[in-house]
């Protein structure tokens, strides 16, 4: 079974920290995504990566930047938190060359910015 | 631009009483379908999906979906609920090879 883990379930973290979300997954997935999810949006497009040291921003890419260093990790940083970054943030995979589609997901890590 | 709009935000029904959840896209190009599942404090995963070929689609734990091309809808159904199945339930498109598109999603609340 794939595997998406992600390294923390709850954060919380002031304003104007700098927050790192890390996404691990043990597949060998070219793809990897960034969400976030906020209710009655349902889950917006942040970055995604199709490949090592590749990033392309997707929807909602304001405040937050990535890295992807080595296949299995992808990395989402908000550089200055803010209040209004307060949300679920899913991380996702996917096998299919440059493919969005069938995304494994990790259990989503739930920031609260104070 | 693809679009996907969910028309129920909650969806109540009673134990072993049948349910819809109802998905409409919106599409210049041929689209893959999916539904996604997030049981409480959990991730997402594959409820079902639609490639090609037959347009009724099976899916896991008694779900099925039907593609319907015409009114660009991917109904989610299922006969029989059971308490286990309160969940939200998400319907995502993509453009054959291009990024998921997710709908608002549904909160199906399964009572005894």
């Known amino acids: 079974d794939v595997k998406v883990t992600q390294s923390s379930r709850y954060l919380v973290k002031r304003t104007g920290e700098k927050v790192f979300l890390e996404c691990v997954q043990d597949m060998d997935h070219e793809n990897m995504f960034w969400y976030r999810q906020d209710p009655g949006l349902g889950l917006r497009l942040i970055y995604f990566s199709y490949d090592v040291k590749m990033k392309e921003k997707g929807d909602i890419p304001e405040g937050y930047s990535v890295s992807r260093e080595k296949k299995e990790r992808f990395s989402l940083i908000l550089e200055s938190a803010s209040t209004n970054q307060t949300s679920m943030y899913l991380c996702?995979?996917?096998?299919?060359?440059?493919?969005?589609?069938?995304?494994?997901f990790g259990p989503g890590t739930r920031l609260t910015v104070t | 631009a693809q679009s996907v709009t969910q028309l129920d935000s909650q969806v109540p029904v009673f134990e072993e009483a049948p349910v819809e959840l109802r998905c409409n896209y919106s599409s210049s190009v041929s689209v893959y379908l999916f539904w996604y599942v997030q049981y409480p404090n959990q991730g997402l995963q594959l409820l079902l999906k639609?490639?090609?070929?037959?347009?009724l689609v099976k899916g896991i734990n008694g779900f099925e979906a039907e593609f319907n091309k015409s009114q660009t809808s991917f109904h989610l159904r299922k006969p029989s609920v059971h308490i286990s199945d309160t969940a939200e339930y998400f319907c995502a498109v993509t453009p054959r090879g291009g990024k998921l598109i997710f709908g608002q999603g549904t909160e199906l609340s399964v009572k005894p």
């Open positions: 996702a995979s996917s096998s299919v060359p440059r493919g969005a589609y069938e995304q494994y």
């Open positions: 639609y490639l090609s070929g037959s347009t």
